[in-house]
């Protein structure tokens, strides 16, 4: 199973956005809408916590492993403006 590195600063923004650990490590671990930002250079996973949709950038490790940096409420509108402006790849 791919390992999961929690950052400080990604502890702290979920507890201050009120989302829940175990809902972000499963989109985390098993989202499958995925897409290359490439105006940042990282990986960003997009999925469901509870009612709101919500954006996870992370890297990806020598070894392997995901480190996601922060997460942010989004809307499907602003995603797929992202995908059609060629800012968010596949």
């Not at 502890?11 to 809902?23: I, Q």
């Not at 972000?24 to 671990?29: K, L, P, Q």
């Amino acid at each position: 199973m791919t390992e999961i590195v929690w950052t400080d600063y990604l502890r702290y923004r979920a507890k201050l956005r009120e989302f829940d650990m175990t809902a972000i490590e499963d989109i985390v671990r098993y989202g499958n809408e995925r897409y290359f930002d490439t105006s940042t250079g990282r990986w960003v996973v997009v999925g469901k916590h509870a009612s709101t949709l919500v954006m996870i950038p992370y890297d990806i490790t020598e070894d392997g492993g995901i480190t996601p940096v922060t997460i942010h409420a989004t809307t499907r509108q602003q995603v797929n403006h992202r995908v059609k402006s060629a800012r968010f790849r596949k």
